[in-house]
């Protein structure tokens, strides 16, 4: 049996679980993010360059606000709810957290309209998009996927790319982009509070009855999580904000064009890392001499898979950038979003390869260490954004960010190799890299020599990716994707998770 390939019943009923819940994760957040990436084409197509970018500018600042407003709740929701998933208890849980995120949205809405004019379209939507992110986290604490997916994954980003096809047909101001795609976390905050109220109705039975969280306990572990979910956040999207302040929001649209692409290798690590959280939980709360072989187990596992679903992704804009622009039109095929390109995706490769560090540190208690190492990235961002756009351009901004992604992973696994001896098998992740690069990286390389159109370039993706599944197929066993197709067909009673 390979080494990577899981040797006991309870490491496979984990990644059963874990299988499942993803596959139903990531099929939504591939269509979240479709959806994201037609919303760019949509925008970047219809409008003017400088009107663009101050949408994408606008909804950066929104989506950061959301994550300060979120105060780490959905953090700290995952990692108590398990442990004591009795009604009453939850639902004491979830008004200690919501009374808090409910105010600081409302205090932040309030905030952003009298200092910055070009967010007043969509902040008033933000409460309501703290509360559809509040009550999707407490049905995710219960191990349940399925109302995120539907929601967040499915609705939202659907009705938005819709309301704004209608402003942009009836020839709205540029002003009405952003209320339109506001105007979608409506519909989420009503579908999410119906969510929370049905999983209220009875706990799921399989955590042991401890003594209650107290509003103490809770927000002790959880604050410094909200603030490395703002630093994370904003390392995520300040950079498009510092873009528009530094040079201009022509720039800012350039830059978001080019940096698009990254949301889709995210969504299959994202996916994983979602499902495997509450993994996480328990594992680390069940018998001390197992947790340490099964975590490593897990973990390894895992991000093999992370690493076969989105290192074709990167490796295919890496392979082709100029083709891969082309999509949103000439204006935005030049050297330095190529450069901008090519620079995201090294840096995507490496923090994939990383697997769900942070997750796991979260899980192990470690919430202080997190909020340093986001803390550090954060920094690192903004200093060298404020050092090398004014020099390089759009350039400096993604050489910032992939500076502040890598360094915030690296710190993450130093620190769990060293509190828990983290260490997964090697061999199997290097087989598990090297398949994406020569099956996908190489051969759209090649073609890309003789020119590729746009077209011509997500066909040629497409016929080496067709080739990478079938090579992924016959290695199944050593990759342990034998277990990820047996979770999506098998259910087991003990440890389902709802997908």
Same mark, same amino acid.
Request: with cysteine; net charge positive; glycine share 10%.
């Given at each position: 049996?390979? &080494? ?10 984990? =990644? ?33 360059? &400088? +009107? ?15 994550? /300060?407003?979120?105060?780490? /709740?959905? /953090? ?26 409910? =105010? ?65 047909? =009836? ?35 399989? $955590? ?57 290798? *995210?969504?299959?690590? *994202? ?5 495997? *959280? ?10 001390? &001499? ?81 909020? $340093?190492? +986001? ?52 061999? *199997? ?7 994406? =690069? ?55 009673? /003990? ?5």
């Amino acid at each position: 049996m390979s &080494d990577l390939a899981p040797e006991t019943d309870g490491e496979r009923r984990h =990644l059963r679980a874990v299988a499942r819940g993803s596959a139903a994760t990531l099929a939504g957040a591939l269509l979240s993010t479709l959806a994201g990436f037609g919303l760019v084409l949509l925008v970047t197509r219809s409008v003017p360059a &400088d +009107t663009a970018g101050r949408f994408f500018a606008a909804t950066a600042v929104f989506l950061v606000a959301l994550a /300060t407003a979120g105060l780490g /709740t959905d /953090t700290g929701l995952a990692r108590f709810v398990l442990r004591d998933d009795r009604p009453d208890v939850v639902r004491r849980l979830v008004r200690v957290a919501g009374i808090p995120v409910v =105010l600081v949205a409302c205090l932040l809405a309030l905030a952003l309209a009298a200092w910055v004019p070009d967010t007043r379209a969509l902040v008033w939507a933000l409460p309501l998009a703290a509360t559809a992110d509040l009550c999707l986290a407490s049905v995710r604490a219960h191990a349940l996927f399925r109302a995120t997916v539907v929601v967040d994954r499915i609705v939202r980003p659907g009705v938005q790319v819709v309301l704004v096809t209608l402003v942009l047909l =009836l020839g709205l101001p540029g002003g009405w982009l952003g209320a339109a795609w506001a105007a979608a976390y409506v519909g989420s905050a009503v579908l999410a509070g119906r969510a929370l109220r049905a999983v209220s109705a009875g706990g799921s039975g399989g $955590a042991a009855q401890r003594a209650a969280v107290g509003p103490r306990e809770f927000w002790s572990f959880t604050w410094p999580r909200a603030v490395a979910r703002i630093a994370q956040v904003g390392v995520q999207r300040l950079d498009i904000v510092l873009v528009a302040w530094l040079l201009s929001p022509m720039h800012a649209a350039v830059y978001t064009v080019a940096t698009r692409f990254v949301v889709f290798g *995210q969504l299959a690590n *994202q996916a994983v890392s979602t499902v495997v *959280q509450p993994r996480f939980t328990l594992i680390l709360a069940g018998p001390p &001499d197992e947790a340490p072989a099964l975590v490593n187990r897990v973990f390894g596992v895992t991000t093999g898979w992370s690493i076969l679903l989105a290192w074709p992704v990167y490796l295919g804009v890496a392979a082709a950038p100029a083709a891969y622009l082309g999509w949103f039109g000439p204006s935005y095929v030049t050297g330095e979003a190529v450069t901008v390109a090519l620079v995201m995706a090294a840096g995507m490769l490496v923090a994939v390869a990383s697997g769900p560090v942070d997750t796991l540190l979260l899980m192990t208690g470690r919430s202080g260490r997190s909020l $340093a190492n +986001t803390l550090v990235a954060l920094g690192l961002d903004v200093g060298l954004c404020l050092v090398l756009v004014p020099r390089i351009g759009i350039a400096g901004a993604a050489v910032a960010w992939v500076a502040a992604v890598v360094v915030r992973c690296v710190l993450a696994v130093l620190q769990l190799r060293s509190d828990i001896g983290l260490a997964p098998q090697l061999g *199997q992740l290097l087989l598990a890299a090297a398949l994406p =690069l020569g099956c996908v990286g190489v051969p759209v390389a090649l073609v890309a020599l003789v020119g590729l159109s746009p077209l011509g370039w997500l066909v040629t993706c497409l016929a080496a990716g067709a080739g990478y599944a079938v090579v992924v197929w016959r290695l199944r066993a050593r990759l342990a994707v034998d277990v990820f197709a047996s979770g999506l067909r098998r259910r087991d009673r /003990t440890l389902a998770v709802a997908a």
